[in-house]
Protein backbone atom coordinates (compact mmCIF):
# COMPACT_ATOMS: atom_id res chain seq x y z
CA UNK A 1 0.00 0.00 0.00
CA UNK A 2 2.68 2.30 0.95
CA UNK A 3 4.82 4.00 -1.82
CA UNK A 4 8.12 3.09 0.02
CA UNK A 5 9.10 0.77 2.79
CA UNK A 6 7.94 1.17 6.34
CA UNK A 7 9.86 0.23 8.86
CA UNK A 8 10.58 -3.57 9.96
CA UNK A 9 8.75 -5.61 11.69
CA UNK A 10 10.88 -8.82 12.87
CA UNK A 11 8.99 -9.06 15.93
CA UNK A 12 5.90 -10.10 14.54
CA UNK A 13 7.40 -12.00 11.47
CA UNK A 14 9.46 -14.47 14.14
CA UNK A 15 6.40 -14.46 15.98
CA UNK A 16 3.91 -15.72 13.44
CA UNK A 17 6.98 -17.78 11.91
CA UNK A 18 7.02 -19.81 15.44
CA UNK A 19 3.69 -20.05 15.50
CA UNK A 20 3.52 -21.81 12.22
CA UNK A 21 6.35 -23.93 13.27
CA UNK A 22 4.40 -24.91 16.52
CA UNK A 23 1.24 -25.47 14.62
CA UNK A 24 3.64 -28.13 12.41
CA UNK A 25 4.41 -30.19 15.34
CA UNK A 26 1.36 -30.11 16.51
CA UNK A 27 -0.04 -31.48 13.14
CA UNK A 28 2.72 -34.52 12.92
CA UNK A 29 1.32 -35.55 16.61
CA UNK A 30 -2.01 -35.84 15.30
CA UNK A 31 -3.67 -38.94 13.38
CA UNK A 32 -3.73 -38.10 9.68
CA UNK A 33 -7.20 -38.67 9.13
CA UNK A 34 -8.65 -36.30 11.66
CA UNK A 35 -10.60 -33.72 10.57
CA UNK A 36 -8.97 -31.27 12.70
CA UNK A 37 -5.63 -32.06 10.94
CA UNK A 38 -7.61 -30.80 7.70
CA UNK A 39 -8.77 -27.79 8.76
CA UNK A 40 -5.21 -26.80 11.06
CA UNK A 41 -3.17 -27.48 7.68
CA UNK A 42 -5.38 -25.05 5.55
CA UNK A 43 -5.02 -22.08 8.72
CA UNK A 44 -1.43 -22.94 8.62
CA UNK A 45 -0.86 -22.42 4.75
CA UNK A 46 -2.58 -19.38 4.87
CA UNK A 47 -0.64 -17.83 7.64
CA UNK A 48 2.43 -18.79 5.58
CA UNK A 49 0.97 -17.45 2.76
CA UNK A 50 0.26 -13.64 3.94
CA UNK A 51 3.89 -13.92 5.54
CA UNK A 52 5.33 -15.17 2.44
CA UNK A 53 3.73 -12.21 0.30
CA UNK A 54 4.32 -9.51 3.07
CA UNK A 55 7.91 -10.60 2.78
CA UNK A 56 7.78 -10.61 -1.03
CA UNK A 57 6.57 -7.37 -1.26
CA UNK A 58 9.04 -5.68 1.24
CA UNK A 59 11.84 -7.48 -0.97
CA UNK A 60 10.26 -5.85 -4.11
CA UNK A 61 10.68 -2.84 -2.82
CA UNK A 62 13.89 -2.86 -1.23
CA UNK A 63 15.11 -3.90 -4.94
CA UNK A 64 13.32 -1.15 -6.48
CA UNK A 65 14.56 1.13 -4.15
CA UNK A 66 17.98 -0.93 -2.59
CA UNK A 67 20.09 2.29 -3.26
CA UNK A 68 17.81 4.96 -1.81
CA UNK A 69 16.94 3.17 1.35
CA UNK A 70 20.50 2.84 2.54
CA UNK A 71 21.24 6.09 1.73
CA UNK A 72 18.55 6.70 4.48
CA UNK A 73 19.10 4.09 7.09
CA UNK A 74 23.10 4.92 7.09
CA UNK A 75 22.04 9.06 7.99
CA UNK A 76 19.31 7.72 10.92
CA UNK A 77 21.31 7.81 14.39
CA UNK A 78 19.49 5.40 16.33
CA UNK A 79 19.18 2.17 15.56
CA UNK A 80 15.59 1.11 16.10
CA UNK A 81 14.41 4.23 14.05
CA UNK A 82 15.59 2.06 10.24
CA UNK A 83 13.75 0.81 7.97
CA UNK A 84 15.77 -1.88 6.89
CA UNK A 85 15.92 -5.30 9.57
CA UNK A 86 19.93 -6.37 9.82
CA UNK A 87 19.37 -9.17 7.68
CA UNK A 88 17.57 -6.71 4.84
CA UNK A 89 20.33 -4.52 4.84
CA UNK A 90 22.52 -6.77 4.17
CA UNK A 91 20.57 -8.10 1.16
CA UNK A 92 19.93 -4.56 0.09
CA UNK A 93 23.73 -4.18 -0.05
CA UNK A 94 24.72 -7.63 -1.92
CA UNK A 95 22.08 -6.42 -4.62
CA UNK A 96 23.28 -3.33 -5.31
CA UNK A 97 26.91 -4.34 -4.88
CA UNK A 98 25.98 -6.82 -7.43
CA UNK A 99 24.01 -4.74 -9.84
CA UNK A 100 27.23 -2.31 -10.04
CA UNK A 101 30.03 -4.64 -10.58
CA UNK A 102 27.67 -6.15 -13.44
CA UNK A 103 27.51 -2.84 -15.12
CA UNK A 104 30.87 -2.53 -14.61
CA UNK A 105 32.17 -5.42 -16.12
CA UNK A 106 29.80 -5.41 -19.35
CA UNK A 107 30.09 -1.88 -20.19
CA UNK A 108 31.78 0.80 -18.33
CA UNK A 109 35.39 -0.64 -18.44
CA UNK A 110 34.88 -0.17 -21.94
CA UNK A 111 33.88 3.03 -22.29
CA UNK A 112 36.25 6.12 -22.72
CA UNK A 113 37.19 7.31 -19.02
CA UNK A 114 35.59 10.11 -18.56
CA UNK A 115 32.41 8.43 -18.86
CA UNK A 116 33.20 5.84 -17.48
CA UNK A 117 31.91 7.21 -13.87
CA UNK A 118 28.18 5.69 -12.55
CA UNK A 119 27.03 7.58 -10.23
CA UNK A 120 24.59 5.71 -8.02
CA UNK A 121 23.40 8.34 -5.68
CA UNK A 122 22.19 10.32 -8.97
CA UNK A 123 21.02 7.57 -10.65
CA UNK A 124 19.02 5.48 -8.00
CA UNK A 125 15.12 5.39 -8.35
CA UNK A 126 13.81 6.91 -5.47
CA UNK A 127 9.95 6.41 -4.16
CA UNK A 128 6.96 8.62 -4.81
CA UNK A 129 6.19 10.06 -1.60
CA UNK A 130 3.35 12.54 -3.52
CA UNK A 131 1.42 9.36 -4.68
CA UNK A 132 -1.92 9.35 -3.13
CA UNK A 133 -3.12 6.31 -0.23
CA UNK A 134 -6.29 5.62 1.22
CA UNK A 135 -6.00 5.58 4.63
CA UNK A 136 -8.12 5.34 7.68
CA UNK A 137 -7.74 7.76 11.13
CA UNK A 138 -7.48 5.94 14.61
CA UNK A 139 -7.52 8.57 16.62
CA UNK A 140 -8.98 12.12 15.76
CA UNK A 141 -6.35 14.93 14.62
CA UNK A 142 -7.30 18.31 14.23
CA UNK A 143 -5.66 20.93 11.69
CA UNK A 144 -3.91 18.72 9.37
CA UNK A 145 -2.16 21.32 6.44
CA UNK A 146 -2.81 20.39 3.11
CA UNK A 147 -0.94 21.90 0.56
CA UNK A 148 -2.30 23.20 -2.77
CA UNK A 149 -1.06 21.43 -5.65
CA UNK A 150 -1.04 24.02 -8.07
CA UNK A 151 0.50 26.73 -5.86
CA UNK A 152 -2.64 29.27 -5.53
CA UNK A 153 -2.25 29.33 -1.78
CA UNK A 154 -5.84 27.46 -1.64
CA UNK A 155 -4.14 25.76 1.50
CA UNK A 156 -6.62 24.00 3.14
CA UNK A 157 -6.55 22.73 7.31
CA UNK A 158 -8.17 19.55 7.54
CA UNK A 159 -9.73 18.27 10.70
CA UNK A 160 -8.78 14.47 10.56
CA UNK A 161 -12.20 12.97 12.77
CA UNK A 162 -11.97 9.08 14.59
CA UNK A 163 -13.47 6.26 12.01
CA UNK A 164 -13.46 8.37 8.86
CA UNK A 165 -11.50 7.50 5.79
CA UNK A 166 -9.58 9.70 3.19
CA UNK A 167 -7.76 9.77 0.02
CA UNK A 168 -4.51 12.15 0.63
CA UNK A 169 -1.18 12.06 -0.50
CA UNK A 170 1.43 10.04 1.49
CA UNK A 171 3.55 13.03 2.67
CA UNK A 172 0.74 14.85 4.09
CA UNK A 173 0.22 12.04 6.53
CA UNK A 174 3.71 10.45 6.83
CA UNK A 175 4.12 11.53 10.53
CA UNK A 176 0.38 10.35 11.54
CA UNK A 177 1.46 7.18 9.76
CA UNK A 178 4.48 6.80 12.14
CA UNK A 179 2.84 7.31 14.70
CA UNK A 180 -0.10 5.33 14.10
CA UNK A 181 -2.96 7.61 14.69
CA UNK A 182 -3.85 7.25 10.79
CA UNK A 183 -3.76 3.54 9.35
CA UNK A 184 -3.33 2.47 6.35
CA UNK A 185 -6.56 0.71 4.17
CA UNK B 1 23.34 8.94 -36.81
CA UNK B 2 24.56 9.33 -33.67
CA UNK B 3 22.89 7.28 -30.91
CA UNK B 4 21.22 5.24 -33.46
CA UNK B 5 22.56 1.92 -32.23
CA UNK B 6 21.74 2.15 -28.62
CA UNK B 7 17.88 3.25 -29.52
CA UNK B 8 18.15 -0.35 -31.46
CA UNK B 9 18.75 -2.16 -28.13
CA UNK B 10 15.99 -0.46 -26.31
CA UNK B 11 13.64 -1.26 -28.89
CA UNK B 12 14.55 -4.43 -29.04
CA UNK B 13 14.04 -4.86 -24.80
CA UNK B 14 10.51 -3.32 -25.81
CA UNK B 15 9.58 -5.62 -28.25
CA UNK B 16 9.98 -8.49 -26.28
CA UNK B 17 8.25 -7.32 -23.29
CA UNK B 18 5.55 -10.15 -22.93
CA UNK B 19 7.87 -13.41 -24.85
CA UNK B 20 10.70 -14.87 -24.08
CA UNK B 21 14.38 -13.11 -22.98
CA UNK B 22 15.86 -12.37 -26.13
CA UNK B 23 19.80 -13.41 -26.68
CA UNK B 24 22.07 -10.68 -25.05
CA UNK B 25 22.66 -8.85 -28.44
CA UNK B 26 26.54 -8.96 -28.07
CA UNK B 27 27.16 -7.57 -31.39
CA UNK B 28 24.96 -4.27 -30.65
CA UNK B 29 26.97 -3.50 -27.23
CA UNK B 30 30.27 -3.83 -29.33
CA UNK B 31 28.95 -1.73 -32.07
CA UNK B 32 27.77 1.33 -29.44
CA UNK B 33 31.16 0.81 -27.48
CA UNK B 34 32.98 1.42 -30.92
CA UNK B 35 30.51 4.38 -31.24
CA UNK B 36 31.63 6.02 -28.27
CA UNK B 37 35.28 5.44 -28.44
CA UNK B 38 34.89 6.98 -31.81
CA UNK B 39 33.10 10.32 -30.77
CA UNK B 40 35.59 10.40 -27.87
CA UNK B 41 38.38 10.01 -29.90
CA UNK B 42 37.02 13.18 -31.60
CA UNK B 43 35.92 14.40 -28.78
CA UNK B 44 40.01 14.58 -27.66
CA UNK B 45 41.34 15.99 -30.87
CA UNK B 46 38.36 19.22 -30.57
CA UNK B 47 39.28 19.62 -27.17
CA UNK B 48 42.95 20.07 -27.30
CA UNK B 49 42.55 21.96 -30.58
CA UNK B 50 40.08 24.22 -28.21
CA UNK B 51 42.24 24.64 -25.15
CA UNK B 52 44.88 25.88 -27.82
CA UNK B 53 42.64 28.50 -28.34
CA UNK B 54 40.17 27.73 -31.05
CA UNK B 55 36.74 28.52 -30.09
CA UNK B 56 34.78 27.14 -32.98
CA UNK B 57 34.68 23.47 -32.05
CA UNK B 58 32.85 23.92 -28.50
CA UNK B 59 29.23 23.15 -29.60
CA UNK B 60 30.60 20.23 -31.78
CA UNK B 61 32.53 18.70 -28.34
CA UNK B 62 29.17 19.42 -26.35
CA UNK B 63 26.95 17.45 -29.08
CA UNK B 64 29.64 14.62 -28.54
CA UNK B 65 29.86 15.00 -25.15
CA UNK B 66 25.50 14.85 -25.21
CA UNK B 67 25.57 11.44 -27.40
CA UNK B 68 28.51 9.76 -25.38
CA UNK B 69 26.06 10.22 -22.46
CA UNK B 70 22.82 9.19 -24.13
CA UNK B 71 24.77 6.03 -25.53
CA UNK B 72 25.53 5.20 -22.12
CA UNK B 73 22.03 5.75 -20.60
CA UNK B 74 20.57 3.32 -23.39
CA UNK B 75 23.46 0.60 -22.57
CA UNK B 76 22.55 0.81 -18.88
CA UNK B 77 18.67 0.81 -19.35
CA UNK B 78 19.43 -2.11 -21.41
CA UNK B 79 21.45 -4.15 -18.96
CA UNK B 80 19.23 -3.60 -16.01
CA UNK B 81 16.35 -4.32 -18.16
CA UNK B 82 18.12 -7.62 -18.73
CA UNK B 83 18.92 -8.24 -15.18
CA UNK B 84 15.09 -7.13 -14.17
CA UNK B 85 13.35 -10.19 -16.49
CA UNK B 86 16.69 -12.47 -15.28
CA UNK B 87 15.52 -11.68 -11.48
CA UNK B 88 11.72 -12.67 -12.53
CA UNK B 89 13.01 -15.76 -14.04
CA UNK B 90 14.65 -16.58 -10.23
CA UNK B 91 11.29 -16.28 -9.09
CA UNK B 92 9.40 -18.44 -11.51
CA UNK B 93 11.94 -21.40 -12.39
CA UNK B 94 13.88 -21.36 -8.84
CA UNK B 95 17.84 -21.67 -8.88
CA UNK B 96 17.93 -23.80 -12.11
CA UNK B 97 17.43 -22.38 -15.38
CA UNK B 98 16.12 -24.48 -17.93
CA UNK B 99 18.72 -24.60 -21.09
CA UNK B 100 16.80 -22.90 -23.44
CA UNK B 101 16.85 -19.42 -21.70
CA UNK B 102 20.49 -20.41 -20.42
CA UNK B 103 22.03 -20.07 -23.76
CA UNK B 104 19.89 -16.50 -24.61
CA UNK B 105 21.89 -14.77 -21.05
CA UNK B 106 25.92 -14.64 -21.27
CA UNK B 107 28.67 -15.04 -19.04
CA UNK B 108 27.95 -12.39 -16.74
CA UNK B 109 24.58 -12.33 -16.44
CA UNK B 110 25.11 -16.28 -15.57
CA UNK B 111 27.00 -15.13 -12.78
CA UNK B 112 24.84 -12.41 -11.48
CA UNK B 113 22.03 -15.51 -11.59
CA UNK B 114 24.27 -17.09 -9.45
CA UNK B 115 25.02 -14.42 -6.70
CA UNK B 116 21.16 -13.24 -6.98
CA UNK B 117 20.31 -16.63 -5.98
CA UNK B 118 22.68 -17.14 -3.70
CA UNK B 119 22.07 -13.76 -1.75
CA UNK B 120 18.18 -14.22 -2.21
CA UNK B 121 18.94 -18.09 -0.38
CA UNK B 122 20.61 -16.35 2.55
CA UNK B 123 18.12 -13.89 3.16
CA UNK B 124 15.42 -16.54 2.80
CA UNK B 125 17.51 -18.54 5.58
CA UNK B 126 17.74 -16.04 7.84
CA UNK B 127 14.00 -15.55 8.49
CA UNK B 128 12.34 -16.87 11.33
CA UNK B 129 15.37 -17.62 13.64
CA UNK B 130 17.23 -20.29 11.56
CA UNK B 131 14.15 -22.55 10.39
CA UNK B 132 13.80 -20.28 7.12
CA UNK B 133 10.77 -19.56 4.80
CA UNK B 134 11.05 -20.13 1.56
CA UNK B 135 9.78 -16.98 -0.21
CA UNK B 136 9.33 -18.48 -3.59
CA UNK B 137 6.27 -20.98 -2.52
CA UNK B 138 3.08 -19.88 -1.85
CA UNK B 139 2.96 -17.35 -4.80
CA UNK B 140 -1.34 -17.41 -5.27
CA UNK B 141 -3.82 -18.05 -2.19
CA UNK B 142 -4.01 -21.11 -0.79
CA UNK B 143 -8.23 -22.30 -1.89
CA UNK B 144 -7.61 -26.26 -1.19
CA UNK B 145 -5.39 -28.33 0.90
CA UNK B 146 -5.50 -30.83 -2.57
CA UNK B 147 -5.56 -30.12 -5.85
CA UNK B 148 -6.19 -32.62 -9.30
CA UNK B 149 -3.80 -31.90 -11.79
CA UNK B 150 -2.80 -33.47 -15.01
CA UNK B 151 0.42 -34.94 -16.32
CA UNK B 152 1.90 -32.74 -19.21
CA UNK B 153 5.34 -34.37 -19.36
CA UNK B 154 7.27 -37.74 -17.89
CA UNK B 155 8.49 -36.44 -14.45
CA UNK B 156 8.70 -40.70 -13.45
CA UNK B 157 8.56 -40.66 -9.52
CA UNK B 158 7.67 -38.27 -7.13
CA UNK B 159 7.48 -38.67 -3.19
CA UNK B 160 4.78 -36.03 -2.11
CA UNK B 161 4.88 -34.81 1.71
CA UNK B 162 3.15 -37.51 3.24
CA UNK B 163 5.27 -40.20 2.48
CA UNK B 164 3.48 -41.71 -0.83
CA UNK B 165 5.19 -41.98 -3.89
CA UNK B 166 3.83 -41.20 -6.87
CA UNK B 167 4.65 -41.79 -10.56
CA UNK B 168 4.32 -39.08 -13.02
CA UNK B 169 3.41 -39.99 -16.17
CA UNK B 170 2.34 -38.21 -19.10
CA UNK B 171 -1.59 -37.58 -19.59
CA UNK B 172 -2.43 -39.07 -16.09
CA UNK B 173 -4.85 -37.18 -13.40
CA UNK B 174 -3.78 -37.08 -9.90
CA UNK B 175 -5.02 -35.22 -6.55
CA UNK B 176 -2.45 -34.14 -5.06
CA UNK B 177 -1.35 -31.42 -1.69
CA UNK B 178 -1.26 -28.45 -3.40
CA UNK B 179 2.29 -27.76 -1.29
CA UNK B 180 3.81 -30.43 -2.92
CA UNK B 181 3.43 -29.98 -6.35
CA UNK B 182 2.92 -25.96 -6.46
CA UNK B 183 6.66 -25.94 -7.76
CA UNK B 184 6.03 -28.43 -10.59
CA UNK B 185 3.16 -26.92 -11.10
CA UNK B 186 5.11 -23.38 -11.59
CA UNK B 187 7.86 -25.40 -14.37
CA UNK B 188 4.76 -26.69 -16.03
CA UNK B 189 5.36 -30.05 -15.76
CA UNK B 190 2.19 -30.46 -14.33
CA UNK B 191 -1.24 -28.59 -15.17
CA UNK B 192 -4.08 -27.92 -12.96
CA UNK B 193 -7.31 -29.12 -13.47
CA UNK B 194 -10.35 -26.95 -12.56
Redo the contacts between chains.
Keep these: MSPTLERHQTDL??CM??QI?QMTENLKRCK?QDFRA?VH??EI??I??V???Y??VR?EKI?RYAHHLLEKDASVKDQSETVLSP??A??AK??VS??ES??Q???LQ???E??RG?DAVK?CVRPNLESYIFLKVKEATPGVLLEDDTGDGRDEEVDLEEGSQYLMRYNTVKDLLQSGAVVFI | MLGEKALELIKEMERSKDGKLPAYNDNC?RLV?EE??AL?QQNQDDVNATVAGEAQYYPGIRLRHAS??RN?RC??AY??NR?ERI?DLRWDFGNILPPEIRENL?D??I??FA??SK??A??SR????G?G?D?T??IK??KN?YVEVRCLKDYGEFEVE?GDVVVLQKNTTHYLP??SCQHLIRLGVLQQVD
Aim: glycine letters at 2%; proline letters at 5%.
Design positions: VDLDNKAKMDRRYLSSLRLEEESYEYSMHFKVVQMPIIFE | VLMTFLEKLLLYLRCPEEWRYNLTYSLGESLLHDPPIEMS
